[in-house]
C-alpha cells in the first residue's frame, strides 16, 4: 500500500474510532469540561464577526495570483520552493470556518493578554483570534515570506491593529517568544506537524504556563508520530486536563483538577 494511501486509511480509521468512543457534554463527569463542552464547543450559532473574516475567506477563494510556497516542514528538499495560486491555498490549506470559529469561541472564552500561534497561513484563523480578542496582544508565526505578504493584506483590509506578524523558522523564532513573554496564557501551535518538533513546542511552553493557559494542538491524528506527540502531552505530571476533538487537542494545567483526558464528539 503506498504511504499516502495508507495515512489516509489510518486517518479514516482514527475518526471512526474517535465518533465511537467520544462522547458529547452529557457524557462528560467533571463540571469544567461539561461547561466548555455546552457553552463553547457547542455554541454553533453565527456571529457578526464570523462575516468580515468568511467574506475575506472569498476573496481568497477567488485569488488567482501566484506565489511561491516555501516549505519549512516539508522533509524533501525538492519540496521546500512551489508556485501555487492563492486561491489552491486557501481552498487547501486554510482551516474551515467551522474549527475557525471554534478556535474565536476558545479563545474568548479562555480571556487571553497574550496569544501566540504558529503557523499563520493566509491570516483567516488569526483574524478570528484577533476578534475574539480585541484587547489582546498576538504574535502569529510563519514560515513563508510569500504567504505571510497575502496574510499582512488580510489583516490590513480587515483593520486588525492587534496582530504582530513573524516570518521565519519557528524553531529559531518560538523560543525568542518565549522568552520575551512573561507567561503563556493562549498558544495555538498550526505547523511542523512531526512528532519531536511538536514536543519540543510543548516542552518550551512548560516554563511560561500557568493555571490559566491553554495550548491547542493541531491535528493530533495527522501521523503515527503526532499520536505519539499527543500522548507524550497527556501524560505529562504538569498536564491536568485535555480534551481530544480529534482535529485538535486542548490542554490544561488547572491545579487542584484531578488529571482526566476527555474525547468529545465534535
Known amino acids: 500500500m503506498p504511504i499516502f494511501v495508507g495515512m489516509i486509511f489510518n486517518f479514516i480509521s482514527d475518526y471512526l474510532k474517535h465518533r465511537l468512543t467520544s462522547k458529547s457534554r452529557h457524557g462528560t463527569h467533571s463540571p469544567f469540561v461539561y461547561k466548555l463542552t455546552d457553552e463553547v464547543i457547542y455554541d454553533f450559532g453565527a456571529k457578526k464577526e464570523y462575516k468580515s473574516i468568511e467574506n475575506q475567506r472569498k476573496k481568497l477563494f477567488n485569488d488567482d495570483s501566484l506565489i511561491t510556497v516555501t516549505d519549512l516542514g516539508a522533509g524533501s528538499q525538492l519540496n521546500k520552493n512551489r508556485t501555487k495560486k492563492v486561491s489552491q491555498i486557501a481552498k487547501n490549506a486554510l482551516k474551515n470556518p467551522r474549527l475557525a470559529q471554534l478556535i474565536y469561541r476558545l479563545a474568548k472564552d479562555n480571556h487571553p493578554k497574550h496569544i501566540i500561534e504558529l503557523g499563520t497561513c493566509l491570516g483567516i484563523t488569526t483574524s478570528y483570534l484577533s476578534r475574539a480578542c480585541p484587547e489582546a496582544d498576538i504574535i502569529t508565526v ?95 505530571p504538569r498536564v491536568t486536563v485535555t480534551v481530544d476533538l480529534f482535529w485538535i487537542g486542548l490542554v490544561y494545567f488547572k491545579k487542584g483538577q484531578a488529571k482526566e483526558h476527555f474525547k468529545i464528539k465534535y
Open 142 to 236: 510563519e514560515g513563508c515570506p510569500e504567504t505571510a505578504k497575502v496574510a499582512y493584506r488580510n489583516f490590513r483590509e480587515l483593520d486588525l491593529e492587534n496582530v504582530e506578524l513573524r516570518v521565519g523558522n519557528f524553531d529559531v523564532l518560538f523560543p525568542e517568544i518565549i522568552a520575551e513573554a512573561e507567561r503563556l496564557d493562549f498558544v495555538y501551535i498550526d505547523g511542523n506537524h512531526r512528532k519531536q518538533a511538536t514536543l519540543d513546542y510543548f516542552n518550551w511552553c512548560l516554563e511560561k504556563v500557568h493555571e490559566g493557559s491553554l495550548l491547542i494542538f493541531d491535528d493530533i491524528y495527522w501521523s503515527g508520530g503526532m499520536k505519539e506527540a499527543w500522548e507524550e502531552i497527556k501524560n505529562h
